[in-house]
């Protein structure tokens, strides 16, 4: 099986290259990236005007399968994934049960082998039950293909037990995926605390939940070494901590989900629980900070945290609904429209987060076009705009702030393994 991109702007960080040459594809590898490929194909893809880019890798992705299928499943997941351009998925393991065992990880990953093509690696809970208490079987969920270990959704609030995490990560050569929030210091909240919160009459969270945690988690990484990757970061002081931390070489990465630098609290337009997630939409100050921290290479990753949840769970008062939205369909499309568009970030730049830098963060064989690699690749059109429709994703969830938003830049073939997998003209044509 042959495949033939023509003409596209090929964007693959891991060399620098930046420049518009064909692509041929070959049993599932990047055979040929040149001027002028000669040779037949059995398909030929028209990629001029568009670019082509490793395919996206979200570190971050909440599947919900096994016990909340209702919100999600493993091949929904997926399908939305590749409708996103998305051609490997990490997912928490805050499902139910909580994946904390070699067999449940195994669960995951030998279904997702069969739902679909896109890649998913599970990531293993810190805590048995993710209760807190006892450490779960790290080394047995390494030895079944976990990359890293997370107790999203919550942090580990005991320090004492996360160090001693950290230290079987270290020695096992694995990352730990670290959702920073002092719960002791929440209170209740369910937005930020500021204006908004007061004007809405709903309790707030502070920066300081986030900041306190993330200080502390980087200390821990300091003193033991480990790869600490720290999830959705979303304050200036986050920012700043990462900023040090990296110039005194500890070992941390860091993440930013489209939201966090899409909106601010002040674009809340009301009781709306799709604008309810954790951590919160923080202030213009807040907002710019990611921002820099981003284009000045701070900030490695851009990651969805794609949160599903059904329309009669998030359709309950502010208080009540969960916390969460969903991601995987509007990532690039905000990326491009707020980052690239914008001037913030060059195209190199937007391949370099969505793509490479994860693959470095699981030390995966991915997020490279070089000659030789594994032909999982995106097709972007960076000049297509659209509006963004919920009704048409294929997740389960509709759960987002952004229905209804133009945007700029859409997913318009998702590639793995030499394998169209995703097809905007298949999916307009239905
Ligand atoms: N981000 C969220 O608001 N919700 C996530 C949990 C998490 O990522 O912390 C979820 O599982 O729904
Ligand atoms: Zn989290
Ligand atoms: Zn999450």
């Keep these: 099986m042959k495949l033939l991109i023509k003409q596209g702007r090929i964007l693959d960080p891991a060399t620098g290259t930046d420049g518009i040459y064909d692509m041929l594809i070959e049993d599932g590898k ?9 040779s037949t194909a059995d398909a030929t893809v028209n990629a001029a005007g568009c670019f082509v880019m490793p395919g996206f890798i979200d570190l971050h992705v909440h599947l919900r399968e096994p016990g909340l299928t209702h919100k999600e499943t493993i091949m929904t997941g997926q399908r939305a994934a590749a409708r996103g351009g998305f051609t490997t998925i990490c997912a928490m393991p805050n499902t139910k049960p909580v994946i904390d065992n070699p067999d449940r990880a195994s669960f995951v990953h030998n279904k997702a082998r069969h739902t679909g093509k896109v890649r998913v690696y599970q990531i293993g809970a810190v805590t048995q039950g993710q209760a807190g208490e006892k450490l779960s079987d790290i080394e047995g969920m390494v030895r079944a293909g976990v990359p890293a270990i997370s107790e999203d959704g919550k942090s580990v609030m005991n320090a004492g037990l996360y160090e001693e995490a950290m230290k079987i990560a270290a020695a096992l050569g694995i990352p730990v995926f670290a959702h920073c929030e002092d719960i002791t210091m929440v209170k209740g909240g369910v937005i930020n605390a500021d204006k908004k919160a007061n004007e809405l009459c709903l309790p707030g969270i502070t920066n300081a939940v986030e900041d306190v945690i993330v200080a502390r988690d980087i200390l821990l990484a300091k003193s033991t070494g480990v790869k600490l990757h720290l999830c959705h970061c979303s ?7 990462v900023r040090q931390a990296k110039e005194a070489g500890i070992p941390v990465t860091a ?5 966090h630098f899409t909106l601010t609290s002040g674009d809340i337009p009301g009781y709306d629980s799709n604008y309810k997630m954790n951590p919160p939409l923080r202030s213009r100050e807040d ?6 921290g981003l284009a000045d290479g701070t900030l490695d990753v851009i990651a969805t945290d794609h949160a599903p949840h059904a329309e009669n769970e998030k359709s309950k008062s502010m208080l009540k609904a969960p916390f969460g939205i ?10 491009y429209s707020e980052l690239v568009d914008k001037g913030f970030l060059t195209p190199l730049q937007m391949a370099e987060k969505m793509s490479y830098q994860p693959a470095r963060v699981l030390n995966i064989e991915r ?3 070089a000659e030789g690699s594994t032909a999982d690749l995106v097709i972007f059109d960076p000049e297509a705009e659209y509006t963004i429709d919920a009704e048409r994703f294929e997740s389960k969830g509709k759960n987002t702030p952004f229905h209804g938003r133009k945007v700029k830049g859409r997913v318009v073939y998702t590639v793995i393994e030499g394998e169209i997998v995703y097809s905007l003209e298949d999916e307009v044509s239905i």
């Design 30 to 38: 990047i055979k040929e990236v040149s001027e002028n490929v000669r």
């Design 235 to 241: 304050t200036r002081d986050s920012v700043q901590m």
């Design 255 to 259: 993440e930013v989900c489209p939201h």
């Design 287 to 292: 907002v710019d900070a990611l921002i820099e």
């Design 326 to 335: 969903v991601g995987l369909e509007t990532a690039a499309a905000l990326t």
């Design 367 to 369: 997020g490279t076009l």
